[in-house]
């Protein structure tokens, strides 16, 4: 019987760390009907996937979805007059479970976790709201949570286009290392964790 060169091995094992079809479709149903419940409550600008999902380092089986939803700061005055980011999380977290009840959410940092499969694909809702436009990069600011009521800065149309430039100067294998780094964390029992990019 023929061995299966390492070459191929590799480029097999990095086909088995993308998500399947099937995975993301899933996600991506889940997020809609998230950030269409959202908009039914308050107004919301804008709903756009960030994370691991939208830079192509997502992790079959292991990877969240990441729904970053940015809120109307004239509406987030209404019901938070100081903006505290602690008012607007719960705010969304009670709108996602009217939604979805018998679900298990939380507030984790910077976002309301929507976990589904007893954990797994989860939908990490990210609220935001835009703070100004950075000219020199090119690229919307905004402000979302940063676990202790206060706002951090964070420019996700940037940071993917940076992780675009980086993929490409590597020629276009920094994706793979990326999930293959996250597979490995992940499937190991004991390990320094490798969350994110």
Request: proline fraction near 5%; glycine fraction near 6%.
């Amino acid at each position: 019987m023929a061995s299966i060169p390492p070459g191929e091995r590799l480029g097999r094992f990095l086909r088995a760390t993308l998500p399947t079809a099937r995975e993301v479709e899933t996600a991506q149903a889940r997020a809609a009907r998230i950030a269409t419940r959202l908009q039914r409550d308050m107004t919301v600008t804008k709903a756009i996937a960030v994370g691991s999902h939208s830079k192509g380092t997502a992790v079959r089986r292991y990877s969240d979805y990441d729904l970053f939803v940015v809120f109307s700061r004239d509406e987030a005055r209404k019901w938070a007059p100081s903006l505290a980011s602690t008012t607007l999380m719960g705010r969304v977290r009670r709108s996602i479970l009217a939604s979805y009840p018998s679900t298990s959410l939380r507030v984790d940092q910077q976002a309301v976790k929507v976990s589904f499969e007893q954990g797994a694909h989860s939908v990490d809702v990210v609220p935001a709201i835009f703070d100004h436009f950075d000219n020199e990069h090119g690229a919307p600011v905004y402000l979302i949570p940063d676990g202790t009521g206060r706002w951090l800065a964070t420019a996700p149309d940037l940071h993917k286009r940076l992780v675009e430039d980086a993929h490409q100067s590597s020629g276009r294998k920094l994706r793979s290392l990326v999930r293959m780094l996250k597979w490995w964390s992940a499937s190991r029992l004991a390990t320094y964790s490798v969350s994110s990019l």
